[in-house]
Nanobody
């Protein structure tokens, strides 16, 4: 199993920046993909960005150019750097890890609120 703990959420003004981090523990050698999703009130959870062990990244169109997903060399932390934040970026942000076999693990989430 893999455990994920997010940190770094909070309140930020529109146009500002915020960085989130996620610390992973457990059977990390089984992880091949990590990333971030978000869920706004009344909406479905959606992809923000993700990275695989080959270094390839994928971003949602709504955040492309404004966010960067990265990991540390040990692949036990994944980061989300968000710039030019908009009120519509307000959501609970969840860390995600995918292990071989396709099992998904999730953190408990961290709230990001962007004020206008």
């Amino acid at each position: 199993q893999v455990q994920l703990v997010e940190s770094g959420g909070g309140l930020v003004q529109a146009g500002g920046s915020l960085g989130l981090s996620c610390t992973a523990s457990g059977r990390l050698f089984t992880v091949y993909d990590m990333g971030w999703y978000r869920q706004a009130p009344g909406k479905q959870r959606e992809l923000v960005g993700r990275i695989n062990k080959g270094g390839s990244t994928t971003y949602a169109d709504s955040v492309k150019g404004r966010v960067t997903v990265s990991t540390d060399n040990a692949w036990n932390k994944v980061f989300l750097q968000m710039n030019s934040l908009k009120p519509e970026d307000t959501a609970v942000y969840y860390c995600n890890a995918v292990v071989y076999g396709g099992i998904n693990y999730w953190g408990e989430g961290t709230l990001v609120t962007v004020s206008s």
